[in-house]
T-cell receptor
Framework: GEDVEQSLFLSVREGDSSVINCTYTDSSSTYLYWYKQEPGAGLQLLTYIFSNMDMKQDQRLTVLLNKKDKHLSLRIADTQTGDSAIYFCAEGWDTGRRALTFGSGTRLQVQP | GAVVSQHPSWVICKSGTSVKIECRSLDFQATTMFWYRQFPKQSLMLMATSNEGSKATYEQGVEKDKFLINHASLTLSTLTVTSAHPEDSSFYIC?????????????????FGSGTQLSVL
């Protein structure tokens, strides 16, 4: 079955860059997503990338996709304390009715 | 951006009672909605896929009679936890799909509700 894996925890200093990594197994995925979850809240879609792209940049966020290795990363530039949250990567299809498959989430802690 | 409203945000109930959670897409029509469950410090687990006008599709291990899903309109899906027990205590999140086949939108996205924390005493 499909599997999405992430490291559990990342700690960075305010102002540094954060890189959160994710690997997935389903090569038929056409969309790959990054979500942010703050305590007690729902998921916020941060960004997504089509599987035929290598990189996508959106303000402080940069997504890199290595489709050959099935590796996805999210880079947050100039990390702020407000970025402290759990970040989930997810993979899915653009057609059909299947929901997303989520990783276990990476808790990002930003030290002042 | 599109908004999905989930209500209530939290609920405490006695064991044996039923609890209904609503998920509404506020500015788009969602033919498909998904219900997830999240245990503390774990990832989201898909419970069921809710299709407007038809029966929900449940994931393996999810009891259909316990978690009743109704998707009566294009903007509303409900999850009812029947005869709730303490082990049903969890964080429940819905998501609604904007776009996809038949919608005329080529760019498909999922939007999530803010979640419902259910505590069963």
């Amino acid at each position: 079955g499909e599997d999405v894996e992430q490291s559990l925890f990342l700690s960075v200093r305010e102002g540094d860059s954060s890189v959160i990594n994710c690997t997935y197994t389903d090569s038929s995925s056409t969309y790959l997503y990054w979500y942010k979850q703050e305590p007690g809240a729902g998921l916020q879609l941060l960004t997504y990338i089509f599987s035929n792209m290598d990189m996508k940049q959106d303000q402080r966020l940069t997504v890199l996709l290595n489709k050959k290795d099935k590796h996805l990363s999210l880079r947050i530039a100039d990390t702020q304390t407000g970025d402290s949250a759990i970040y989930f990567c997810a993979e899915g299809w653009d057609t059909g009715r299947r929901a997303l498959t989520f990783g276990s989430g990476t808790r990002l802690q930003v030290q002042p | 951006g599109a908004v999905v409203s989930q209500h209530p945000s939290w609920v405490i109930c006695k064991s044996g009672t039923s609890v209904k959670i609503e998920c509404r897409s506020l500015d788009f029509q969602a033919t498909t909605m998904f219900w997830y469950r999240q245990f503390p410090k774990q990832s989201l687990m898909l419970m069921a896929t809710s299709n407007e006008g038809s029966k929900a599709t449940y994931e393996q291990g999810v009891e259909k009679d316990k978690f009743l899903i109704n998707h009566a309109s294009l903007t509303l899906s409900t999850l009812t936890v029947t005869s709730a027990h303490p082990e049903d205590s969890s964080f429940y999140i819905c998501s609604a799909r904007d776009g996809g086949p038949g919608t005329g939108k080529t760019n498909e996205k999922l939007f999530f509700g803010s979640g419902t924390q259910l505590s069963v005493l």
